[in-house]
């Protein structure tokens, strides 16, 4: 986060399964505080209607957990926020009935960029240790575009 800060970059997060986790780490880190924009946790698919505006013609055709759903809920943050970039997150942490438990879209938006996804398959270790594998996954996803700076 501090490199966010170097760079004068601040970074606004849209998330679902780690439900508000990667907001809380990004403000954790002291000193870095200014490269924080907002953070959207939006779990159901009329909030991420709401906060981010997901036409929900698209929340009908995929599923809440896909690539298209998390590219929109990253261009969402980016679209209602200042931030300059934006980290957005869907996926079954825990048991998902007829669903790949452990099965998480993540997608980085950033002004005048295209958006990256990255598709993960954690597998069934549990709802705590998949957020935090999906955290650290955004972080290197946040690590990466900062190198195409």
Known sequence: MH?????????ATAESCTGGMLAALLTDIEGAGHGFERGFVAY???AKTELLGIEPDLLKENEAVSEAVARAMAEG???????DIALGVTGFAGPAGDHEQGLVHMALARRERPTMHREEHFGAIGRGPVRVKSLKAM???????LEQA
Do not use: K, N, P, Y
Not at 3 to 11: A, G, K, N, S
């Open 3 to 11: 490199r966010v800060c170097d760079l004068e970059l601040t970074v």
């Open 139 to 145: 972080l290197e996803m946040l690590e990466q575009s």
């Open 77 to 83: 943050a980016l679209a209602r926020s200042h931030a």
């Open 44 to 46: 159901s698919e009329q």
